[in-house]
């Protein structure tokens, strides 16, 4: 049985850092791939950052490269997205996503086996 719990969302001012954590359960993070995506109301969701199966590489879209940094902690079975120099723009429910197989694109949210229920992220102007 395979759980992602996502926390450390928030109320952020634009400007500041919000550090969200994916704690998970029933899976080994070291065997997945492990992305991030967020979803803003009206929208699709959208693809945010994934660190490989074993670890060696990351992958960011364009509107956060720079900003965000996706890492990982193999003892804890977590997976973290530090966010700095958040806009109002990055205001959305962010998931957390493990991809066993490894075989499709990264950055579609349909290769995605598992999911977590989401954090709320809100940056204020």
């Known amino acids: 049985q395979v759980q992602l719990v996502e926390s450390g969302g928030g109320l952020v001012q634009a400007g500041g850092s919000l550090r969200l954590s994916c704690a998970a359960s029933?899976?080994?993070?070291?065997?997945?791939?492990m992305g991030w995506f967020r979803q803003a109301p009206g929208k699709e969701r959208e693809f945010v950052a994934v660190i490989s199966r074993l670890g060696v590489t990351t992958y960011y879209a364009d509107s956060v490269k720079g900003r965000f940094t996706i890492s990982r902690d193999i003892a804890k079975n977590t997976v973290y997205l530090q966010m700095n120099s958040l806009k109002p723009e990055d205001t959305a429910v962010y998931y957390c996503?493990?991809?066993?197989?490894?075989?499709?694109?990264?950055?579609?949210?349909?290769?995605?086996?598992?999911w977590g229920q989401g954090t709320q992220v809100t940056v204020s102007s």
């Open positions: 029933g899976v080994t993070i070291g065997s997945f791939g």
């Open positions: 996503a493990a991809d066993k197989s490894s075989r499709g694109p990264p950055d579609r949210a349909t290769v995605y086996d598992y």
